[in-house]
């Protein structure tokens, strides 16, 4: 801890006279120092005014509504579903391509990356685990459906 | 002692279970940080109602974002930074509103008449605070009343300490004008 300032520094902090260095400075060591801090109350009618004053009532049942009010909690969506259906969703999209070859890949991409957006803005929008579990069925089936479909698409063409 | 050091490490180890989603453990956290919260917000935006409401947005937030409180800092500057944003939001709502300033007087619980003058000196004090712009006046609450360090201050508010001081003194000096050092309750 810095040295103790003398009565006549801590009466100029008092009447905010310092300049910002030696304010700071100062303030820094009454963070410290019990001793130092009692003497700038007494040397403050305004810090005495403000330790004379008594804390308000805290209304009794504003703890329980917190509580109720966080009962149902945003959970932050949980990583592992987050890699999973990112990596099910690049594999759809890995195998529609390979399946469909290079005619009409631009425009099955395209579907791809719109139902991702959707679908990942969906799992993030989600207030809960269970919901955002749901939501991540759903991105599984939709993937296997496209994969289906591309798969057969391409097997017409190639007939 | 400063009210906010109290058992940092009983703190910490809720802080932790709690962000695990530990349904006592953010009970405890609740319990713990609601009331200086709620005096925090009564005293910055003068209304019961207001704060009552800033208090509870407040604690939401605490709850449903600890996994991004940042363990290097104090979680007394966390809430705190918390909170004043939301009262912030909360005062230009009212604003918006086209709510009048409310002078409403904040309750300081049952006045004896042994504790009338202190209840007056208490209201006079508050009228002082009141009168003060939003920036002024959440400094001198959080160390008047709060007592949190001025470097907790200055983390809470995100600014340099140099800062925080200047604006330190001139709320000082802005209630001094307002009320003339004389007239101050002591
Ligand atoms: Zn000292």
């Known amino acids: 801890m810095t040295p103790h300032p003398d009565t006549a520094l801590l009466q100029a902090f008092v009447d905010g006279t310092l300049g910002e260095h030696t304010a700071v400075h100062v303030a820094l060591h009454l963070d410290d120092c019990p001793l130092c801090a009692n003497q700038v109350l007494q040397l403050d009618p305004l810090s005495q005014?403000?330790?004379?004053?008594?804390?308000?009532?805290?209304?009794?049942?504003?703890?329980?509504?917190?509580?109720?009010?966080?009962?149902?909690?945003?959970?932050?969506?949980p990583w592992i579903e987050l890699v999973v259906g990112t990596v099910l969703l690049a594999a759809a999209a890995a195998s529609t391509m390979a399946a469909g070859g290079l005619v009409g890949w631009w425009s099955r991409a395209r579907t791809l990356?719109?139902?991702?957006?959707?679908?990942?803005?969906?799992v993030l929008a989600q207030p809960s685990v269970s919901v955002s579990l749901a939501t991540s069925a759903?991105?599984?089936?939709?993937?296997?459906l496209m994969l289906v479909r591309a798969t057969g698409t391409s097997a017409q063409e190639a007939v | 002692m400063r009210l906010h050091e109290a058992q940092p490490q009983d703190e910490s180890t809720h802080i932790a279970l709690a962000a695990d989603g530990d349904?006592?453990?953010?009970?405890?956290?609740v319990r713990r940080w609601t009331p200086p919260v709620y005096r925090f917000s009564l005293r910055m935006l003068s209304n019961e109602q207001d704060a009552y409401d800033a208090a509870q947005d407040t604690m939401v937030k605490v709850l449903n974002n600890l996994h991004r409180y940042d363990r290097n800092r104090a979680f007394s500057t966390w809430v705190f930074?918390?909170?004043?944003?939301?009262?912030?939001?909360?005062?230009?709502?009212?604003r918006r509103r086209g709510d009048m300033p409310s002078t409403e007087v904040v309750d300081t619980g049952p006045t004896p008449l042994q504790e009338v003058a202190r209840h007056l000196r208490a209201e006079r004090v508050h009228e002082a605070l009141a009168e003060l712009p939003p920036m002024y006046r959440e400094v001198l609450i959080m160390y008047h009343f709060e007592h949190l360090k001025y470097a907790e201050i200055a983390e809470a508010l995100e600014?340099?300490?140099?800062?925080v001081m200047n604006r330190i003194f001139r709320a000082r000096q802005k209630l001094r004008d307002l009320y003339g050092t004389n007239d101050l309750p002591a």
């Open chain 2, 159 to 163: 600014l340099p300490m140099g800062t």
């Open chain 2, 81 to 94: 930074g918390i909170a004043r944003n939301t009262c912030i939001d909360e005062h230009r709502k009212r």
């Open chain 1, 49 to 77: 005014a403000f330790a004379s004053v008594d804390d308000p009532v805290v209304p009794a049942a504003l703890v329980g509504d917190v509580l109720a009010a966080a009962a149902t909690p945003l959970a932050p969506v």
């Open chain 2, 23 to 29: 349904g006592t453990a953010r009970e405890w956290l």
């Open chain 1, 138 to 144: 759903v991105v599984l089936g939709a993937a296997t």
């Open chain 1, 113 to 122: 990356i719109e139902v991702l957006t959707s679908v990942t803005a969906d």
